[in-house]
């Protein structure tokens, strides 16, 4: 395979990205802001990312709306069908979604809107735009209009480990993926229409529709942007926001949608969310409590292996608070209750989750 050459311009856009995943604890609230509890926070964003009630079926596109993480085996999948009924094992390739790298983690995002995902996180700096438009054009190139796998990219640029380097410029929107948990497929397609400035607004306004409150800093970890990029989106916003404080932090809101957080209550229901799923970011502290020590410092046992324990990254949501931890490897699942749980209602939830996944589930509680 011919070697690549990759432009500085986009090495420049690849550090600026890092940088911009340092959140930080973010800034102080002044005294104008209006005070948010971080319950409400939870709240609201469960009934904004229809966990609160589930969506009839078929509403695929709707429920995957502000983009699901598919990092995990089928965690796009289960994310989907706890949000959405009748999700079934192939839902997560159902024509109305997608697959790409947004971030460049595997996501699972409306098709219709696949050009906010990508564009929308476009740099706005043309030189490192113009670069990785070049390295999309070079890809293109070597796929020659077939789909293949990125072990076969990856040997043009031999100085760079993994894809990281392809996975890059999928802002572009000229590359769709499809990972079956084994392997990542690409292709190369043409960009969606439109305007790239009017995406990058889109973009934050469906971070803050579901993760809001949040800040610029959130966001540009969120989307995989630069600081300055998403200080800029901020920015233009303007009087779309509203700010608000969180735990002492400044955090803003779409204006629209502050009458649904000051009336925030808890929802009904009880859903299984895996590890990455939008409703654990990005402010896993305070909004998100942290495993009690008895769950998170908890020892192998007979039975019991590191593996399974190590395995209990997902949450168990009951009326949108967090009640235990789980995991899963193939049909078995596991269950960590933080506190006392009403195990008939979660039962029911657990025959949601195999109908979704396709499976008989067996079921193991770690009692204390």
Known sequence: MTRLRIPDA??????????????????????????VEPASVGWFR????????????????????GGLQDTAPRAALVSLGARVGGVGPDGWEHPDLVQIWFRQADYVVPRADVGVFTRGAMPRDPGRAAALEQVADAIAGMLAGEPRTTRTLTPAVPEVRGDHWVRLTAVTGRLHIRWDARTVVVWAVDAAPGDDEAARIELARRF?????????????????????????????????????????????????DEPGLRGAAPGEGVR???????????????????????????????????????????????DAAVVASWGRAGARLTIAPWAGVDRARIGEEIDVLGATLGHALTVRWLDP
Do not use: K
């Open 10 to 35: 986009f090495w420049e856009h690849a550090r600026a990205v890092q940088q911009g995943r340092t959140a930080g604890r973010g800034r102080d609230a002044g005294p104008a802001a209006a005070l």
């Open 46 to 65: 469960a009934r904004a990312m229809h966990l609160a009630e589930r969506l009839p079926d078929g509403a695929l596109a709707t429920g995957a709306a």
């Open 208 to 256: 803050l529709r579901w993760l809001g409150p949040a800040d610029d800093r959130q966001f540009a970890r969120w989307a995989g942007v630069s600081r300055d990029d998403a200080a800029e989106t901020w920015r233009r916003l303007g009087d779309e926001l509203v700010p608000v404080s969180v735990a002492g932090r400044a955090r803003s809101l779409l204006a629209a």
């Open 272 to 318: 299984f969310l895996p590890m990455f799923d939008p409703w654990l970011y990005p402010d896993p502290a305070p909004v998100v409590p942290a495993p009690p020590p008895r769950v998170a410092e908890r020892e192998p046992g007979p039975g019991i292996s590191r593996r399974v324990l190590n395995s209990l990254a997902g949450r168990v949501l009951v």
